[in-house]
DNA sequence: CTTTAATTCAAACAAACGTTTAAATTAAAC
DNA sequence: GTTTAATTTAAACGTTTGTTTGAATTAAAG
């Protein structure tokens, strides 16, 4: 390898995306390395040679995608903040919800490869497998600090706790339709037109759950 | 074994009973045969003897819990559909979204065994393996059906796709609820303190869902 | 070209998985 | 008490799992 990287090989690229693509699908516990590997045409080793273990593995497949969507959500939100302390006034709840929201929905669209990580980020945090639901925390532990510290901000009527649930509220229905969208059939349940790119989805959530941090 | 099935073993419902608190605890996928004969103290053939197999177990698991519930909540939300038409009148939203969840959150308290159940319909949706995602799915759907239309009489001002989307928020907020309820713990993420029965659930997640579904 | 490092490869590892078997044990029926 | 059925048991089945190994191959450096 020479000193600007560029001759490396795509083997950990192509592991990265099959793996993403397995794991949003079957989840990290129901995805072997034969599968991977299989699915990405290189040979068994070569996860553990370049990523050390299969837990590594889903660590970088996570910080991958994670790392750059945190910063655009923490940059939205923090925009929001301070616009609002410029002018002296609270933040508003639905800027704030858009501000996470947004991005995290629109993240869907920003690549097709994305998309099966979004599935993914859908069942981060109900994930059985503990390292799963551990590895996504601690990635995610600061930006729900911002997006909690924000939402009281806006919300100074509320008690912190009443917050703090309705956040959870926020996110169960946010995980939930990240987690629908994409290999989801409604007509399954019941018969219902839908269409769903991923303005469309921001168009209908953000209504529902700034209606519902505002209650009472 | 006897006519009346006096005689019978318990090692069935030591099975089943150790089988829900593996499969809250560490998913179907992540729990094995020997993990639950060793936690029920009976022979790992036990399993495959009484029930089949690992998939069927599963089924009964479900089965067990989800009957019964599913009964209460068949009959509260009828209740609330067949009062309102006697009276003329279109069901109330709250009615209806409290008669589907508080027989679901007070289903944790109804035994301390259902407690492990509870977490486990809070991943039913997400749940990585397709077995669990279809088992779930096929003793809830008449339920969710008849959620639906005695929802969308509640909110006729509303197309029917907004009140089919607005519930799945809604269930995405109650199941992310039934699965960190019991084995979460809120200072983890941000330092709150919280108290969390049944009753104060409900008294929560009632005016943030109700609020989400009339909007605008 | 030669040397050296990085990577790929087929093969094997021990461990854990769900399931099956046949003998041993227990309980029921007569 | 004897016979018959139901249940439990220990052992093994064949797969699949994540990981390791050492040789073969490819690319980089001198």
């Not at 516990?29 to 990523?51: D, M, P, Q």
């Not at 980020?121 to 997006?147: A, E, N, W, Y």
Request: proline share 4%; net charge positive.
């Amino acid at each position: 390898m020479n000193e600007n990287g560029r001759t490396q090989s795509d083997t950990k690229q192509r592991i990265l995306d099959a793996a993403e693509y397995l794991f949003a699908h079957d989840g990290y516990r129901g995805t072997s390395l034969r599968a991977i590997t299989g699915k990405a045409r290189v040979n068994l080793a070569a996860v553990n040679y370049h990523f050390g273990s299969k837990e590594t593995l889903l660590e970088e497949v996570i910080r991958r995608r994670l790392l750059p969507l945190n910063r655009i959500r923490k940059e939205r939100i923090e925009e929001v903040r301070e616009n609002a302390r410029k002018k002296g006034k609270k933040p508003d709840v639905k800027a704030v919800l858009l501000a996470f929201i947004e991005p995290t929905l629109l993240f869907k669209e920003s690549s097709s490869e994305a998309e099966n990580f979004v599935t993914f980020i859908g069942r981060s945090i109900t994930d059985p497998d503990d390292t799963v639901r551990q590895v996504f925390h601690r990635f995610i532990k600061p930006l729900f600090h911002l997006l909690f510290e924000t939402s009281c901000e806006a919300l100074p009527e509320h008690p912190k706790d009443l917050v703090f649930w309705r956040l959870h509220f926020t996110i169960g229905s946010l995980f939930h339709t990240l987690h629908i969208c994409g290999k989801f059939k409604p007509d399954d349940i019941v018969h219902v037109k839908t269409e769903m790119d991923a303005k469309t989805l921001v168009d209908l959530i953000i209504p529902y759950v700034t209606a519902g941090m505002r209650a009472k």
